[in-house]
């Protein structure tokens, strides 16, 4: 791979680019079938990615007709890998087995071991017989909405596909590693002003805050509303309070520490609730919920903002969601993608039913989406919420630090790039839209 990484430093052509060899061997981190028992018994705070995630050299699988070869320049930590790496709440082997089963093409990611990682930018290396729309050469993001677009049901909207699947989760051959195996319908143009891993840490969570905010699938978000944003710095957080007030609403972040607040306000969020110094106990015990504690929170935001919140930007789960339901407004709408805090949930049905509310799902996002919102940061409308940057060889680390809420929006990881702040092709651009607010996040988590 080395040969390729001096290829795309000296800006080669993509001519030259395809006429590289191939090796025969990349370096990933993954995730072993024989350690996915490695945990049992432990407390899902103690399983530690550390030692469950391996950096090694894996086979260069075969390309299909409909693929890229990518290398991977830099990549981001997401929940999903954390999930992998303490075999929560499914080991993805099973995943990666039934996709075996579908297909020859899906056979190749039935392997004993599972690269991860659903975040990239890089550069294209080899495109598959079928693909057009793309050449080696090409410097790309990648979305990790995989689909097989020969069934009928990915026609409508592509993440309702009944084999709809997030790559480098439900797929092998992920973004956390050197090369990375994608479908051509994953690519998306490298935003020109920024870095490898500022580009590397956008397109999960972003498109993902995109669709429930902004899209026609989400919530229909309209100038003027309010919108309370749980874990409103990180990951899906930081992207779902721009949205907010991109579209010329009120967002209400909550978040868990004064530093926190402190880069919300910086970012423009005014309303900021921190839960730790308001000391929010929405569960009396495992059992009980508390709606003094929900009351306390609806009085909070009213405090801030005026009025209840029209939308609420729902993904701990288990602690918050009777918290959620109960401050949207009357007619408003929660709209959930996750439960990071358990996914048995309870709220108290009265308050929705009474006041139609409206509780919907998302997961990630359609090509459309995923384009539209990778094009809010190409524009520089949407800033990258890059806080960190390991290697790949840390990637445990990096993992370990999301897994205990010890970070601020995303953490890159460093793949092929040999140190941060390389690949900005337009530095004007990169300027214009401001250096102090691309690089917001990263000063914060420094
Ligand atoms: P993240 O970077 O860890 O951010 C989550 C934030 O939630 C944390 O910063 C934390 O903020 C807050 N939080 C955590 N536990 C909480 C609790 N018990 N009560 C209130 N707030 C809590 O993770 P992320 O990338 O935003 O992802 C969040 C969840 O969404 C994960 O479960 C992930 O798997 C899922 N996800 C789903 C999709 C999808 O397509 N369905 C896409 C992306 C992510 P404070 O401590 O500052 O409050």
Known sequence: MQEFLSAIRSDAAGEEIAALPLPDTYRAAYVRRDEIAMFDGLESSDKDPRKSLHVGDIAVPELAPDEAYVAVMASAINFNTVWTSIFEPLPTFGFLDRLGKESSWGA??????????????????????????????????VHCNYVDDQSPSAHDDSILADNQRIWGFET?????????????????????????????????CNSTSYRM????????????????????SGGLG???????????????????S?????????????????????????????????ESEWR???????????????????????????ASVFAAKRGGTIMTCAATSGYMIEY???????????????????YREAWDANQLVCEGKILPALSAVYSLEDVGDAAY????????????????????????DDPGFRSEVGEDRITLFRRHGA
């Open 296 to 322: 306390r929170l609806g009085k909070e935001i009213r405090g801030l903002v005026g009025d209840d919140v029209d939308i609420v930007f729902e993904h701990p789960g288990r602690q918050t969601m009777g």
């Open 258 to 290: 004064p530093e926190k607040v402190g880069l919300l306000h910086e970012l423009g969020v005014e309303a900021v609730i921190d839960r730790k110094a308001s000391n929010y106990r929405f569960w009396k015990d495992e059992h009980t919920q508390d």
């Open 401 to 424: 630090q999301v897994h205990q809420n010890l970070h601020e929006g995303k953490i890159g990881v460093l793949c092929l790039a040999p140190e941060e702040g390389l690949g900005i």
């Open 348 to 366: 108290d049905n009265r308050h929705l039913w009474m006041k139609l509310k409206t509780i919907k799902g998302s997961h990630f996002a359609n």
């Open 172 to 204: 092998n051959f992920g973004g956390l590693a050197d090369l990375a195996v994608v479908k051509a319908n994953q690519l998306m143009p490298k935003p020109r002003h920024l870095t490898w891993e500022e580009a590397a840490a956008n397109a999960l």
């Open 108 to 141: 190749r990611h039935a392997l004993d071991y599972h690269v991860v990682g659903s975040d990239a930018a890089g550069v294209v290396l080899r495109t598959g017989s079928a693909v057009r729309n793309w050449k080696p050469g090409d410097k790309v993001t």
């Open 213 to 232: 905010l902004v899209s026609d699938n989400g919530a229909h978000m309209q100038q003027g509303d309010k919108v309370l944003v749980w874990g409103a």
């Open 238 to 256: 930081a992207y779902a309070v721009q949205y907010v007030l991109n579209g010329g609403g009120t967002p209400v972040g909550v978040v868990s």
